[in-house]
């Protein structure tokens, strides 16, 4: 198993509609864990934080499931300037951090 | 305005030839970190610095070299770049370790001749 896997996409997905993504990971001694935004070409942003106790910030939710080891994204009422590659990010613990390969999502008008 | 900065944005090179990439950041971050990405392998880390003085190897370390002379700069050295060094290069920062948010710079789009 990779050590964090993400569905490379693309997601072409409604301008309005919730969009999902899943992200999981190898390690279930796992520490912490992100997701970063990325537009092309440009450097990586913090979306989220992901907590045990799930994570909600307007539009957009993470979740954590250890026993499952995955993360998750989900983006309600999404708009055209959601279109970007979304990356799963991992402390493995002893500061080995793995991002993933990304997600991308395009929002068609 | 808080940031991490890069130099060069773009540099066109030759087998052999050293260079250095120059990272440097303002938020008095002591954890930072070299990342390189490219198509189809994502970001992977090269090296790593927890403190002034202290680096250490990331994930695909091997022929780069890094200092952390002063808490603020974290250089990344080439000394004989090779075409498969031809990647986008990232410098990010954090407040104190890989657990907390890291801050990236813009890249460095670096091709190896």
């Known amino acids: 198993r990779k050590e964090v896997e993400q569905d490379p996409g693309p997601f072409n997905v409604p301008e309005g509609a919730t969009v999902a993504f899943n992200c999981t990971y190898s390690?279930?001694?796992?520490?912490?864990f992100f997701w970063y935004r990325q537009d092309c070409r440009k450097e990586p942003k913090l979306l989220m934080s992901?907590?045990?106790s799930g994570n909600e910030d307007g539009r957009f939710t993470a979740q954590l499931n250890r026993a499952s080891q995955y993360i998750s994204l989900l983006i309600r009422d999404s708009k055209l300037s959601d279109s970007a590659t979304y990356l799963c990010?991992?402390?493995?613990?002893?500061?080995?951090?793995?991002f993933g390969k990304g997600t991308r999502l395009h929002i068609l008008p | 305005e808080a940031q991490v900065t890069q130099n060069p944005r773009y540099l066109i090179t030759v087998t052999g030839k050293k260079l250095t990439v120059t990272c440097s950041q303002n938020?008095?971050?002591?954890?930072m970190s070299w990342y390189r990405q490219d198509p189809g392998l994502g970001l992977r880390q090269i090296y790593y610095?927890?403190?002034?003085?202290?680096?250490d190897k990331g994930d695909v370390p091997e022929g780069y070299k890094v200092s952390r002379k002063e808490k603020r700069n974290f250089p990344l050295i080439l000394e004989s770049p090779s075409p498969n060094q031809t990647s986008l290069y990232f410098c990010?920062?954090?407040?104190?370790?890989?657990?907390?948010?890291?801050?990236f710079g813009p890249g460095t789009r670096l091709t190896v001749l």
């Open positions: 938020m008095n971050h002591e954890y």
């Open positions: 990010a920062s954090s407040l104190s370790s890989s657990y907390n948010e890291q801050f």
């Open positions: 990010v991992v402390n493995m613990g002893d500061d080995k951090i793995i």
């Open positions: 390690n279930s001694a796992s520490q912490s």
């Open positions: 610095s927890m403190n002034v003085e202290v680096t």
């Open positions: 992901v907590y045990s």
